[in-house]
C-alpha cells in the first residue's frame, strides 16, 4: 500500500550560489559526508549532483507528509548509489526511527539546468 509520493524540482544555479556564498556550512547542514565526497568527486559538474540530493530530500519530506518542517534532518537521509548505479535514499537517527519501516523507491535525473526527483513510500504488509 502506498504511504506517500513525493515529487520535487530544483534549479542547480539555486543550489550552486548557496554553496558559493554559505560553503561548508551549508554542506554539512543538507549533505551526509558520503553525500559530499561523492559529489565533489564530479568537479564542474559537482552542483548538479548535490542539486538531484537536494530535491530527492525535498520529495521525502513531501511523501512523508512535513515538508521541511517536524519532518526529519537532511542529514538523517543520505542519497547512495547502488554498484548498478541506481540511487538509494538510507535513512539514520530518528527519521530511521520514524520511517524505517517504509520501503522507499527512488527516482532521480538532472540536466546541466535542472534536478528532478520522485519518491514513493510503500508500507508493506
Known amino acids: 500500500?502506498?504511504?506517500?509520493?513525493?515529487?520535487?524540482i530544483v534549479e542547480c544555479k539555486r543550489?550552486?550560489?548557496?554553496?558559493?556564498?554559505?560553503?561548508?556550512?551549508?554542506?554539512n547542514k543538507i549533505y551526509t559526508q558520503v553525500e559530499q565526497e561523492y559529489c565533489n568527486s564530479f568537479k564542474?559538474?559537482?552542483?548538479?549532483?548535490?542539486?538531484v540530493r537536494f530535491a530527492a530530500k525535498e520529495a521525502f519530506s513531501k511523501a512523508i507528509g512535513t515538508g521541511l518542517r517536524d519532518g526529519f534532518?537532511?542529514?538523517e537521509?543520505?542519497?547512495?548509489?547502488?554498484?548498478s548505479g541506481?540511487?538509494?535514499?538510507?535513512?539514520?537517527?530518528?527519521?530511521?526511527v520514524k520511517y524505517g519501516h517504509l520501503k522507499i523507491h527512488?527516482?532521480?535525473?538532472?540536466?546541466?539546468?535542472?534536478?528532478?526527483?520522485?519518491v514513493i513510500l510503500e508500507i508493506i504488509e
Open 1 to 8: 500500500m502506498i504511504y506517500g509520493i513525493g515529487y520535487d
Open 15 to 27: 543550489i550552486k550560489d548557496s554553496i558559493e556564498r554559505l560553503g561548508d556550512r551549508f554542506k
Open 44 to 51: 564542474n559538474k559537482e552542483y548538479t549532483h548535490y542539486a
Open 73 to 75: 534532518k537532511f542529514t
Open 77 to 83: 537521509l543520505g542519497v547512495v548509489n547502488k554498484t
Open 86 to 96: 541506481q540511487a538509494e535514499l538510507i535513512l539514520t537517527g530518528k527519521t530511521k
Open 106 to 118: 527512488l527516482t532521480m535525473s538532472h540536466t546541466d539546468n535542472l534536478a528532478v526527483a520522485n
